[in-house]
């Protein structure tokens, strides 16, 4: 189901929303944003499948790596023999500064959360593997069923969520029956979604390690 799919069904099952008006569609598209952000949140550490990698070669002492976008999660960051430890910005460079052989670390740029910086005097050049979660992206009205990054069979799921957001803001119109409804199929609905991913996840214990920024 895509975004207009989405939003389509979101004004089928609420309560007096005219499917013509051109602000109150822009409103559903946050609402479904604000929920599609809250189910990434809980389950994107979860999923393997949304994970991105990446390969730094010749990887000699310090290097500053520019992430394609910018990071929500690192999982991993290692060479063949290491798995490199997260540090704050200002230890790593203190490190590096004193020129201290041990563990090979690696810090998150708080000001350009798309840089990475890595640091290490072990033997080297060699090669290094970075594993990590990009923020969510917000969706739009052309967005396509293959760039929601949640499994097919719970992208209804996110109709209950935006209808859930949606009625948080109807203050004096409201369903109680509806909106009890969502709130259920929004809540329950996460948790089956988590509990999907940790069973069908074999590597599961390998995959759940990791450091939000």
């Known amino acids: 189901m895509n975004v207009k799919g989405i939003l389509d069904n979101v004004v089928h099952l609420s309560i007096g929303i005219n499917d013509e008006d051109a602000d109150m569609r822009e409103k559903l598209l946050g609402y479904l944003n604000n929920a599609a952000s809250e189910m990434y949140i809980s389950v994107s550490s979860f999923d393997e499948s949304l994970f991105q990698y990446q390969t730094i070669e010749n990887f000699d002492e310090s290097v500053e790596i520019v992430l394609p976008n910018a990071l929500s999660a690192v999982k991993k960051v290692r060479n063949i023999d290491h798995e490199f430890t997260q540090v704050s910005y200002a230890a790593l460079f203190e490190k590096k500064f004193m020129g ?17 910086w890595l640091y290490s005097n072990l033997q080297k050049p060699y090669n290094v593997f970075v594993s990590y979660l990009s923020v969510f992206k917000p969706f739009d009205f052309d967005t396509e069923e293959s760039f929601i990054p949640f499994r097919p069979e719970f992208h209804t799921l996110l109709v209950y969520g935006a209808l859930y957001y949606l009625y948080q803001d109807m203050d004096g119109f409201k369903s109680s029956v509806k909106e009890q409804i969502c709130i259920s199929e929004w809540k329950n609905g996460i948790n089956e979604y988590l509990a999907f991913l940790i069973n069908s996840s074999a590597d599961f214990e390998n995959a759940h390690p990791y450091t939000r920024v």
């Open 100 to 116: 201290r052989d041990e563990n090979p670390i690696f810090c998150i740029d708080n000001t350009h959360k798309t840089n990475l």
